[in-house]
Nanobody, 116 residues
Framework: QVQLVESGGGLVQPGGSLRLSCAAS????????MRWYRQTPGKEREYVAH????????NYADSVKGRFTISRDNAKKTVYLQMNNLKPEDTAVYYC?????????WGQGTQVTVSS
């Protein structure tokens, strides 16, 4: 079955960096777009970035543009989110997702906390 497992979250000071990873299994990873979302308590899940399957075209939310970079390694079936110049407002649980055969799948999430 489809599985998505995020890792790489943690506590970082403002201005710092983290790289999140999402390991995928159970589907033809290279054929599907992948995305990152984030969520804070009491708020809806918020779009962060996505990357297409074939060309690897990327798109970002305005709030992270220029600071975050999404990438993928199809051989490792992994999608990454490099986060630089982190701000306290980036604090959230980060989820990777994929729409496989018209159904949305999500990982369990990884906590990112930006605080001094």
């Amino acid at each position: 079955q489809v599985q998505l497992v995020e890792s790489g979250g943690g506590l970082v000071q403002p201005g710092g960096s983290l790289r999140l990873s999402c390991a995928a299994s159970g589907f033809a990873f290279s054929s599907y777009a992948m995305r990152w979302y984030r969520q804070t308590p009491g708020k809806e899940r918020e779009y962060v970035a996505h990357i297409t399957s074939t060309l690897g075209t990327t798109n970002y939310a305005d709030s992270v543009k220029g600071r975050f970079t999404i990438s993928r390694d199809n051989a490792k079936k992994t999608v990454y989110l490099q986060m630089n110049n982190l701000k306290p407002e980036d604090t959230a649980v980060y989820y990777c997702g994929a729409r496989v055969n018209v159904r949305d799948y999500w990982g369990q999430g990884t906590q990112v906390t930006v605080s001094s």
